[in-house]
């Protein structure tokens, strides 16, 4: 009898245990980090410019900016055709930013990046306005907007 209470009391310990652990599992939720549409626009030209990583930047884009990166082919190509702008290195900050909640599932966010850059050994300022789109919780660059 002695016997069959000490295994009594070792099974609800390890069903106690095996019990908890599945909750405490199950209550845990898969942390995200959230990149800000700040972090996401410097990643995308810094991929451009500095990196020369065409497919950073189209991770980093809408499918129709996408598209329309994938003309180009190269990051040189993109810097010099598109963004009419070419750096042997270049540093990026961002500024002047305007959000604007579409509806729940569409955030857009209008932003001025200011590029200072260094070509054939002088050194050069420009800005480029871009607009972001916050789809299924995702900042992405989707499209270069005309200076006003």
């Keep these: 009898m002695n016997k069959l209470m000490s295994l009594f009391k070792n099974s609800h310990l390890v069903l106690l245990l095996l019990?908890?652990?599945f909750l405490f599992g199950c209550n845990q939720e898969e942390k995200k980090i959230e990149i800000s549409e700040q972090q996401v626009a410097v990643s995308f030209f810094n991929a451009i410019y500095n990196e020369k990583n065409v497919n950073k930047a189209l991770l980093l884009s809408t499918p129709d900016f996408r598209k329309e990166l994938e003309k180009y082919h190269t990051a040189n190509n993109i810097a010099h055709r598109l963004f009419n702008m070419r750096f042997d290195s270049v540093s990026l900050h961002t500024s002047a930013k305007k959000t604007k909640i579409i509806d729940e599932y569409y955030i857009q966010a209008t932003m001025m990046i200011q590029f200072t850059g260094i070509r054939d050994g002088n050194t050069y300022?420009?800005?480029?306005?871009?607009?972001?789109i916050k789809k299924d919780d995702k900042w992405l660059v989707d499209k270069l907007l005309e200076m006003s």
């Design 19 to 21: 019990l908890s652990s």
């Design 125 to 132: 300022k420009d800005y480029k306005k871009i607009r972001l």
